[in-house]
């Protein structure tokens, strides 16, 4: 069974730093896309990016240049690393997978920007 399971995330300061990260398991070799998205207060739930299991990545317009997305298959880890945060980047933020024409979400992690 597949599970994905978020760390990270918590409560930084406008322009600060924040890493989060997810970990896939039950996954195998199979081949798979992973991608971060974000609900922000009130709001639905948005993609951030996208990265395929031979590392092409995807970023919303909103994150491009200040988010990196990125993944270690040898851990099966997905790993999202914010810079520069906004306060309209303040959500919770899930970790998503597609394997094989099915889809999983993790439990998500809260991001807070605040001063």
């Known amino acids: 069974q597949v599970q994905l399971v978020e760390s990270g995330g918590g409560l930084v300061q406008p322009g600060g730093s924040l890493n989060v990260s997810c970990a896939a398991s039950?996954?195998?070799?199979?081949?798979?896309?992973m991608a971060w998205y974000r609900q922000p207060p009130g709001r639905d739930r948005e993609l951030v990016a996208t990265?395929?299991?031979?590392?092409?990545?995807n970023y919303a317009d909103s994150v491009k240049g200040r988010f990196t997305i990125s993944r270690d298959n040898g851990k099966n880890t997905v790993y999202l690393q914010m810079k520069s945060l906004k306060f309209e980047d303040t959500g919770v933020y899930y970790c998503?997978?597609?394997?094989?024409?099915?889809?999983?979400w993790g439990q998500g992690t809260q991001v807070t920007v605040s001063s």
């Open positions: 039950g996954i195998g070799s199979r081949v798979y896309i």
């Open positions: 990265i395929s299991n031979g590392g092409t990545t």
């Open positions: 998503y997978a597609a394997i094989s024409g099915s889809v999983y």
